[in-house]
């Protein structure tokens, strides 16, 4: 059964104004590149929690503040942990992170900072909780819960309002919650924009599953550098709504990753993690219609990973 979302503009619109007190209103800034002035980047890595994840964490837990007593858990990488827990924080409300044993220890320490209790379990585990959730009230869901998509949805309402003929949003694909609450807003606010999904060659499952009609069970890595990004598949609840609003994928390497990393640090002095520097790698072998909006959707990357990457390197 796929997963229900309003496409109204109001409910858009709605989240926005409940997450204002916790969630940043990030720039919209242009690309330094050779050859086109039409790029622009959604600095999500400027949050503070360092992705845009408390926007959905924020949205989903202020629609449950009757739970902040009891507490609630979630299962994530990282990201949207911290969007809960420091929205838990300032609701009094406890929140408990399930973790993938790969997940970065710089996501981890973040966590443990802004008080969530974090227990780590393998992949495997950490996926099922994803793809088979169960009917706990407490569990919000990371990716397909209706209020995290609406609170992503609030970044197309933005670009929006910034650059109201944007043409191109490319957005990096993980559960997919990202690319489908964006593009969900976009429809709902009456713009034709295509949203693009970005994947890696460490594991794409919606370039598999729509090249298969349906999702379908892939090689994936979960050790490389970029996490938070790809998985074994698509969630089933996710692929009705990725199929119907996502425009596109659009598959980068690990080295494109890492040189965008490097240009992101270099010229415009953003750190920005894999996943969201995934959207930037897509840009130069591909011609999409601009304007093209990038989606730096966190800057949680490994200081060591950093200083490798820096130095010309892939981690």
Known sequence: MGTHIDLGLEIFAAARDRIRPLALRTPLL???????????????????????????GANALLRRRELAPSGVFTASAGNFAQGLAYAGRALGCPVTSYVPETAAASKVEALKRLGARVIAVPYGDWWAMLAQPGDDPAFIHPVTDPDVLAGNGTIGLEILEDLPDAATI????????????????????????????????????????????????IDFNPRTFI??????????????????LVADTAVVSLSQVAGAIRLLVERHHLVVEGAGAATVAAVPDRDFPGPVVCILSGGHLDPGHLVTILQGGVP
């Open 170 to 217: 490319l957005a990096p694909y993980g559960g997919g919650g990202l690319s489908v609450g964006i593009a969900a807003a976009l429809r709902g606010a009456g713009s034709d924009a295509r949203v693009v999904a970005c994947e890696t060659e460490a594991g794409a499952p919606l370039t598999a599953a729509r090249a298969a009609g349906g999702p379908v069970t």
């Open 30 to 56: 242009r690309l330094q590149v050779a050859g086109r002035t039409d790029i622009y980047l959604k600095c999500e890595n400027l949050q503070a929690v360092g992705s845009f994840k408390i926007r959905c």
């Open 227 to 244: 996490t938070g990004m790809g998985g074994p598949a698509v969630l089933p609840s996710m692929w009705p709504l990725a199929r119907a």
